[in-house]
T-cell receptor, first 111, second 113 residues
Framework: QKEVEQDPGPLSVPEGAIVSLNCTYS??????FMWYRQYSRKGPELLMY????GNKEDGRFTAQVDKSSKYISLFIRDSQPSDSATYLC???????????FGGGTRVLVKP | DAGVTQSPTHLIKTRGQQVTLRCSPK?????VSWYQQALGQGPQFIFQ???????QRGNFPDRFSGHQFPNYSSELNVNALLLGDSALYLC????????????FGQGTRLTVV
């Protein structure tokens, strides 16, 4: 069993819809949770990170962490075709430690 | 700011050969990590360098080795290449060992034939 699980998709939504992405993890020692966006043939780009449980909002993006259920989510409001990419969740036990990634979810936003 | 730069962008090698990939970290970053990303998978941690020493290592064989130079740039070396080593190799840099602010380069796509 992988430490971080993520549905590979693809997740197809119409432009303007809310995109809902989630990951589950197994190691309760994980403390920091990140979401990366990766366009085809590019490196991952950090979107957001949160520490421990709670919500964090940045523009159209909202990240949620529920440590009691080991569940992390990313919501993208008013989705745009430019949001079409693979979204990777990642986690780590402490700042500076290695990142453990999920397999990524491919998102397609159709005009 | 140039961000994290990696070279070369693409590389084709023959099974059994050796390869060296290079990474220049973002300005002000002193910690460099390397990841391997197979097609359709998430990145897998190879190792991390800080102050020219390997601090952490993932579950990769000794064929994978690295180095960090005084200017914080880094190299990833892979010996005795296998077909299964074909992947996107990503370099990430972060400041003062704060891995939560890791910035990735565009990667080097290695194809082993």
């Amino acid at each position: 069993q992988k430490e971080v699980e993520q549905d590979p998709g693809p997740l197809s939504v119409p432009e303007g819809a809310i995109v809902s992405l989630n990951c589950t993890y197994s190691n309760s020692a994980f403390q920091y949770f990140m979401w990366y966006r990766q366009y085809s043939r590019k490196g991952p780009e950090l979107l957001m990170y949160t520490y421990s449980s709670g919500n964090k909002e940045d523009g159209r993006f909202t990240a949620q962490v529920d440590k009691s259920s080991k569940y992390i989510s990313l919501f993208i409001r008013d989705s745009q075709p430019s949001d079409s990419a693979t979204y990777l969740c990642a986690t780590t036990q402490a700042a500076g430690n290695k990142l453990t990634f999920g397999g990524g979810t491919r998102v397609l936003v159709k005009p | 700011d140039a961000g994290v730069t990696q070279s070369p962008t693409h590389l084709i090698k023959t099974r059994g050969q050796q390869v060296t990939l290079r990474c220049s970290p973002k300005s002000g970053h002193d910690t460099v990590s390397w990841y391997q990303q197979a097609l359709g998978q998430g990145p897998q941690f190879i190792f991390q360098y800080y102050e020219e020493e390997e601090r952490q290592r993932g579950n990769f064989p000794d064929r994978f080795s690295g180095h960090q130079f005084p200017n914080y740039s880094s190299e990833l070396n892979v010996n005795a290449l296998l077909l299964g080593d074909s992947a996107l190799y990503l370099c990430a840099s972060s400041p003062d060992n704060r891995g939560t602010e890791a910035f990735f380069g565009q990667g080097t796509r290695l194809t082993v034939v």
